[in-house]
């Protein structure tokens, strides 16, 4: 009962900062707001026991993503420019049909989807009891959960690892790009004075 409180409470905060960030313009703001829906998320995801899912989420959504797009919008926008979004032109209808086709698919598509922990599902009755028998045989890792991430499905996390390694090297040479053109125009405006 208290996990259904909480997904609810969270649910309904993440909806709240989705029509916030439709209808804010200050993009510095809505930077803000999508690390804020990316942290809630990764609440949500440990509500539901994907711990691996919600780290993964507070890592690159929360973390990478925002620090991403704050190198962005400093890098794009001067320090005195009006850091605000430019009104559409045209009417949003196309898109809000667009999305609203794409959701119905979504929700039509998960009708026949296994309830939330039914132990009669293909994954309990096939893959799990198989991690659970053969895990510490086939891995030598007697933590199935690290067993599961680590070699069974080692691929995925390593390339989860590169995307989060690939995201940092991206700061880094927005940063360092930064820092040489201003260098470079302070060593150019010097010289000019002389």
């Known amino acids: 009962m208290l996990d259904s409180l909480i997904g609810i409470t969270l649910l309904t905060l993440l909806m709240i900062q ?15 707001l999508f690390g804020a829906f990316s942290f809630i998320s990764a609440g949500l995801f440990v509500v539901m026991d994907a711990v ?13 993503s925002t620090i ?21 032109s045209h009417k949003p209808w196309l ?10 698919m979504l929700i039509y598509g998960t009708s026949d989807i296994p309830a939330f922990g ?29 067993a599961v991430l680590a070699s069974y499905r080692g691929f995925d996390t390593l390339g989860e690892v590169a995307v989060i390694f690939t995201a940092g090297i991206a700061v880094m040479l927005l940063i360092g790009g930064r820092r040489r053109s201003t260098r470079r125009n302070t060593e150019s405006g010097d010289d000019d004075e002389t």
């Open 18 to 32: 989705a029509f916030a960030i439709i209808y804010l313009r200050n993009l510095f703001a809505v930077i803000m």
């Open 52 to 64: 691996d899912v919600a780290f993964t989420e507070a890592a690159v959504g929360a973390g990478i």
């Open 68 to 88: 991403l797009m704050l190198g962005t919008l400093a890098l794009t926008y001067g320090r005195n420019e009006e850091k605000q979004e430019k009104k559409s």
């Open 95 to 104: 898109p809000l049909i667009v999305v609203s086709i794409t959701g119905a």
């Open 118 to 146: 039914d132990p009669q599902a293909p994954a309990q009755q096939h893959v799990a009891p198989y991690y659970l028998e053969k895990g510490l045989s086939d891995t030598g890792v007697p933590n199935i959960v690290t």
